[in-house]
T-cell receptor, first 113, second 111 residues
Framework: DTGVSQDPRHKITKRGQNVTFRCDPI?????LYWYRQTLGQGPEFLTY????????KSRLLSDRFSAERPKGSFSTLEIQRTEQGDSAMYLC???????????FGSGTRLTVV | GQQLNQSPQSMFIQEGEDVSMNCTSS?????WLWYKQDPGEGPVLLIA???AGELTSNGRLTAQFGITRKDSFLNISASIPSDVGIYFC???????????WGAGTKLIIKP
């Protein structure tokens, strides 16, 4: 197991386009989290899954954002009708229920032009 | 809402010096986490603290969970160039382990 993988690493898109990111967590981890990070800030929580169930969503997650984890393994985060304010690093992390420390992926850097 | 106050915001130090940074909260935490983030990468967990008063080391890094459960500090001894990066404290705000984060301490080492 090589840790948490995110794809793509970088994405440049035009405003108004839809984008989808993928995250493959550590295989035995049943919790998966999405965070967003802008320059000079710590990560901000977006949503999390326990197995395939999406248990919590931040109010930061507008209706243009949707996340899925269909089989309790990999997850996707889709942003529809992207806006310039969506430009950020999107981080995925996974953990075991009983363990407090997350393992993060390398992130997907989104630039909306 | 809950916030973690992390200081200093940045540090310019000479190679070989010791570094100390801390994090405080107005609320009690049951877990404190310290992460390091390099440019263009995700944060990497350095040390996790689970008990008030706990002092834990990871190589040249030492972190302590404050007795009041409202603070934590991270020390780096004998800094080396690869210590450069941004250090974040974080803590879970509820049983769902949604983490809240400090704003980070940027460590810069003068050659």
């Amino acid at each position: 197991d090589t840790g948490v993988s995110q794809d793509p690493r970088h994405k440049i898109t035009k405003r108004g386009q839809n984008v989808t990111f993928r995250c493959d967590p550590i295989s035995e981890h049943n919790r998966l989290y999405w965070y967003r990070q802008t320059l000079g800030q710590g990560p901000e929580f977006l949503t999390y899954f326990q197995n395939e169930a999406q248990l919590e969503k931040s109010r930061l997650l507008s209706d243009r954002f949707s996340a899925e984890r269909p089989k309790g393994s990999f997850s996707t985060l889709e942003i529809q009708r992207t806006e310039q304010g969506d430009s950020a690093m999107y981080l995925c992390a996974s953990s075991l229920v009983s363990h407090g420390g997350y393992t993060f992926g390398s992130g997907t850097r989104l630039t909306v032009v | 809402g809950q916030q973690l106050n992390q200081s200093p915001q940045s540090m310019f130090i000479q190679e070989g010096e010791d570094v100390s940074m801390n994090c405080t909260s107005s609320s009690i935490f049951n877990t404190w986490l310290w992460y390091k983030q390099d440019p263009g990468e995700g944060p990497v967990l350095l040390i996790a603290l689970y008990k008030a008063g706990e002092l834990t080391s990871n190589g040249r890094l030492t972190a302590q969970f404050g007795i009041t459960r409202k603070d934590s500090f991270l020390n780096i001894s004998a800094s080396i160039p690869s210590d450069v990066g941004i250090y974040f404290c974080a803590g879970p705000m509820d049983s769902n382990y949604q983490l809240i984060w400090g704003a980070g301490t940027k460590l810069i080492i003068k050659p």
